[in-house]
Each structure stands twice: as structure tokens, then as C-alpha cells.
Nanobody, 121 residues
Framework: QVRLVESGGGLVQPGGSLRLSCVAS????????MGWYRQSPGKQRELVAL???????NTADSVKGRFTITRDNAKNTVYLQMNSLKPEDTAVYYC???????????????WGQGTQVTVSS
């Protein structure tokens, strides 16, 4: 069974830092894009940052200069380093990945269960 499992969320004060991790497990033949999205109450899920298999990065304007996405392809893992956190960064953060898995000839999009990030004093 293919799964994405996030970790690293929690409560942090404004100006603080957190590092989120997401590991893809199961029978995975290839990974294309890996990324992070977030959703706060009453709002739509929005893109935070994406990393493509050929090294391109796409980061939302609201987090540029504060958040950094990296990935370790050998470990099927994507990270989100979040610095200078603000209260408006409070949300559930979801990992997303396009995976080529057993039984399929194309990539499918998978989501993690989400991890809560709360920025508050």
C-alpha cells in the first residue's frame, strides 16, 4: 500500500522555525513532483511549494524567502523548512506527490493525512 506520511508539525511562537518531513512508502517505481499544500479553516487548500523531479522549484509568494523545499530522492522524502513563521502560516500542511506505482502505467497523485502547524504566542 502506497502512503505519504508527514511529520514535524506543532506549536511554535511567531518568528520560530519548524521542519516538516514527508516520506513516500510502498511499491514506488518513480516519483515526479513532490510538494506541500496547506489549508486553514474556511479557506481553500493552497500551494506552498513544489519540487519537480528535474530540480525545478515553485514557491508561493507568501512564503518566499522564509520557506524552503528540498527532497531526498534516495529516501523518497520531501522536506519543508519553515523559518520566520507568522500567525497567518497556521494551517494543516499536506504533502502531495505524483507517484508511479505497481499496477499503473501513469503517475497518480497521492496525499498525506496532514500535519497541524500552529503559530501563536
Amino acid at each position: 500500500q502506497v502512503r505519504l506520511v508527514e511529520s514535524g508539525g506543532g506549536l511554535v511562537q511567531p518568528g520560530g522555525s519548524l521542519r516538516l518531513s514527508c516520506v513516500a512508502s510502498g511499491t514506488i517505481f518513480s516519483i515526479n513532483t513532490m510538494g506541500w499544500y496547506r489549508q486553514s479553516p474556511g479557506k481553500q487548500r493552497e500551494l506552498v511549494a513544489l519540487s519537480t523531479s528535474d530540480g525545478n522549484i515553485n514557491t508561493a509568494d507568501s512564503v518566499k524567502g522564509r520557506f524552503t523545499i528540498t527532497r531526498d530522492n534516495a529516501k523518497n522524502t520531501v522536506y519543508l523548512q519553515m523559518n520566520s513563521l507568522k500567525p497567518e502560516d497556521t494551517a494543516v500542511y499536506y504533502c502531495n506527490a505524483d507517484l508511479l506505482t505497481s499496477g499503473y502505467l501513469h503517475y497518480n497523485s497521492y496525499w498525506g493525512q496532514g500535519t497541524q502547524v500552529t503559530v501563536s504566542s
